[in-house]
């Protein structure tokens, strides 16, 4: 195993993709202190560097949208539509032990490790997110999520228990990679006034924003005619509801959301006044083709989220990509998640320009550091950035040959292939070490998973 943060660290390769430059055969990186000192082509053997050999280092991958504590969900609710599917998913966190939310939240960082992902935006409710990413060392923005469409508890009662938890949360993630942010969960989820109160409280307090926005047909249906079932629901419960009968993100922007430390996670059928909306606020988008897919959403215009290429005159809206929860996608794979997202942009919009394997593996790093606000630490392999990086072989059999490494990643490659994650200089996941994550017992808490998972099966509410 590699120290915490070896001194001086020389890591070589047949191939390195850096991002902000073009792919270097032979090549080798040069790490200090956690920072990266040099990114160039290998001339030498002879010396003390860990050779990978057929294999590319690339830039940790950045998941912007994951729910890492709903590991425990994978695959306990299949084939259902969205709205219920939600309900459902809510209705059982009732059943899970903050014991067991800790247990799957390392399980599902410790997942993430192992498929080349460095860093994470995570939305979660539970609170259990942000201690197991301190210990595994992941680098992330965790946002408590806030709730509350009813006016079953006011708006200053819900601000006073936010506040209380932000606090033990920045106490627990002292001195670590992690930030803590906030969550207004959705739309249909928190009032508007609460959601009014959310912005101001994130502004003066300087925490990042994240909300789920323009995800499924029922929501746009409530925010713009007032319609669906979400609206059908509210009358069943009493809900008041002013339509605001325009597009999610004008919505949102109404109301404060929107700004340069938001990020929006969806936006599955945007308008392009809805897209210039948010460019103009400055806030980010987190794409996740599997998830809308999966839960029936549709497909996210990538040009309407407002992404461009890293070589286009202009820089787009920063966009990055998200698996969302294993609830709705299964695995975080990000390989397979980039693979999706081209496929189903050429899919939909029957051209290959839709979106290229370029395109994904930079919305898969520097795009999402730069939709986090990351970018000037992490994303690209450049002098001076933080030593984050993860290691894919090219060895098996399903790869080679390999013509091109962007296309071999992007195409062919799948999480089962890294074989090493690096954060801030420091090992956090080596395939080869029976030891996978240094420092942490993921054994006990795959147990703890499994026996809740038991109860899962079985579970009904009351
Ligand atoms: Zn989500």
């Known amino acids: ?103 799957s939240a390392l399980v599902g960082g410790a997942e993430a490790l192992a498929a080349g992902v460095t860093t994470i935006g ?118 008041q509801w002013d339509v605001p009968g325009s597009g999610t993100a004008s919505y949102l922007g109404s109301l404060g959301i929107l700004g340069k430390n938001t990020l929006l996670v969806h936006g599955v059928q945007l308008g392009a006044e809805e897209r210039d909306v948010v460019n103009r606020s400055g806030a980010a988008w987190a794409h996740c083709p599997k998830s809308n897919a999966k839960l029936g959403n549709g497909v996210a215009d990538i040009s309407m989220l407002g992404f461009k290429s890293a070589n286009a005159e202009q820089p787009g809206t920063p966009v990055g990509i998200g698996s969302d929860s294993v609830a709705s996608n299964n695995t975080i794979d990000l390989f397979e998640e980039m693979r999706f997202a081209v496929l189903l942009q050429r899919a939909a919009r029957r051209k290959i320009a839709a979106m290229t394997a370029q395109d994904a593996l930079e919305m898969a790093t520097i795009g999402g550091a730069r939709a986090l606000g990351l970018d000037s630490l992490v994303g690209s392999l450049e002098v001076g950035k933080r030593a984050d990086l993860c290691v894919v072989s090219l060895k098996d ?11 071999a990643l992007v195409y062919s490659a799948s999480a089962s292939d890294v074989v090493m994650t690096f954060v801030d200089g420091a090992e956090r996941y080596s395939k080869d070490n029976l030891d996978h994550f240094p420092g942490v017992d993921i054994g006990c808490a795959n147990n703890v998973m499994d026996h809740a998972a038991v109860r899962m099966r079985t579970w009904a509410p009351t």
């Open 1 to 103: 195993m590699i120290s915490k943060k070896s001194k001086l660290l020389r890591i070589r390769a047949n191939w390195i993709v850096p991002i902000a430059s073009a792919p270097i055969q032979s090549g080798e990186i040069v790490i200090e202190n956690g920072v990266i000192l040099e990114v160039r082509q290998s001339h030498s053997k002879a010396d003390d560097a860990l050779d990978f050999g057929n294999a590319v280092i690339l830039p940790g991958l950045v998941n912007v949208h994951t729910h890492l504590d709903y590991t425990v969900m994978r695959g306990l609710i299949e084939d259902v539509e969205f709205f219920p599917w939600i309900r459902e998913l809510t209705a059982r966190k009732a059943a899970i032990t903050q014991e067991e939310w800790e247990a």
């Open 122 to 239: 995570d939305c979660c409710d539970s609170g259990a997110v942000p201690g197991a990413a301190v210990k595994l060392g992941l680098r992330a923005i965790v946002y408590q999520e806030v709730f509350g469409i009813d006016e079953l508890r006011s708006v200053d009662a819900i601000l006073e228990e936010l506040a209380a938890k932000v606090n033990n949360l920045k106490g627990i993630t002292a001195g670590s990679l992690v930030e803590i942010g906030v969550s207004p969960h959705s739309p249909y989820t928190v009032r508007p006034a609460l959601m009014r109160s959310l912005a101001s409280y994130a502004r003066t307090e300087g925490l990042k924003l994240c909300i789920h926005a323009s995800e499924s047909q029922a929501e746009g249906a409530l925010i713009r005619s007032g319609t669906g079932p979400i609206a059908e629901m509210y009358d069943r419960r009493g809900i």
């Open 397 to 407: 059999r399903r790869l080679a040959p390999a013509y091109d490494p962007v296309s």
